[in-house]
């Protein structure tokens, strides 16, 4: 897959192209990626995802815009990767930018710039200024300009029932599982291992405790899940809390620690990724560490039970 950052170094044969953020890539977007390379396919083209960065709601609305991203950029580029997208075009959104009309951006971008032949869009998409690039306005202007429509039907797009939205208010309320079924695979984030208390030694199940890089990305509510860790091309099973560690004296940042099962390692530095695939409790303030302990023990049969019994 290639990745453009400036529309002047663009060459790309017969460009079938679609228009989005794609925030997760969910299985409503997977539809449109597998009928762009589809269509590219038929005219020996090559699919085309014309792609934003920063996210459009950030840079409209920088004080207000509350948004986390379901994706960081790189996992967006990966997934998308996997999909068998051909090109990539990630460009610099601004306000200036935004204030382009549609009529402006078909004709200055996609066609004097890229060259499109095909159009892929889903029946309700919308863009430009005031919204107004509608599959009704791009099928007005496609004989003008050159090049065809593909529309991605009503029927095609509701089937899968999903979007973007639903799958942030899934994670935010922890069900980790119906956001994986709208994601097509588990709800993952990654980051360093980095130096924490170590109090986990000293009751028999240490901890690595992770940061997250990128802040606009949406953490799973507190509690405790079952996860898989994927690091040096190896996959664990853990049991990870997110969440302020109450039972040994709380904290005000919120943490995020996994116990990763069978492992040993110094993991200190070490980039993990981390695959979410089912709540197992609410973090909870017990009375003393041998609660926590009995608990602990708990969670981990819950979790060797759930990988053991689970096609993953």
């Known amino acids: 897959m290639r990745i453009y950052r400036d529309l002047d170094q663009v060459d790309i044969p017969f460009p ?11 299985l409503g977007h997977q539809k449109i990626i597998d009928r762009l390379n589809h269509e590219a396919k038929l005219i020996g083209g090559e ?6 960065y920063p996210h459009p709601r950030m840079v409209i609305h920088p004080d207000s815009h509350g948004l986390k991203l379901l994706q960081t950029q790189e996992e967006k580029l990966d997934k998308l990767k996997r999909m068998g997208l051909k090109n990539i075009i990630l460009f610099p959104f601004t306000f200036e930018f935004s204030r382009l009309t549609a009529i402006e951006f078909v004709r200055d971008y996609l066609v004097n710039k890229l060259h499109v032949r095909k159009m892929v ?15 009704e306005f791009l099928q007005k202007i496609s004989s003008t300009y050159n090049f065809d429509v593909i529309e991605i039907s009503a029927h095609d797009i509701e089937d899968v029932n999903v979007s973007s939205t639903k799958i942030r208010e899934s994670i935010i309320n922890g069900n980790v599982e119906r956001a994986a079924e709208y994601l097509g695979e588990p709800y993952s984030l990654s980051g360093e291992v980095v130096k924490g208390k170590s109090l986990g030694k000293t009751i028999g199940y240490p901890t690595a405790n992770i940061k997250v890089k990128n802040a606009e990305k949406l953490l799973p509510s507190k509690g405790v899940y079952a996860v898989i860790v994927c690091f040096e091309n190896k996959s664990y099973a853990g049991m990870m809390n997110i969440g302020f560690r109450p039972t040994v004296n ?6 995020l620690e996994v116990n990763i099962l069978d492992l040993k390692e110094d993991l200190y530095g070490k980039n993990l990724h981390i695959n979410f695939h089912s709540r197992l409790r609410d973090e909870q303030k017990f009375d003393g560490i041998d609660e926590l302990v009995e608990q602990l023990k708990k969670d981990e049969k819950a979790v060797r039970a759930f990988f053991t019994t689970s096609a993953l």
């Open 16 to 26: 079938v192209v679609t228009i989005g953020t794609f925030d997760g890539v969910h």
């Open 47 to 52: 699919s085309t995802l014309f792609t934003f």
């Open 121 to 135: 869009v889903g029946y309700d998409h919308q863009f430009g200024k005031n919204r107004e690039g509608t599959l």
């Open 250 to 255: 709380g904290e005000n940042d919120l943490s």
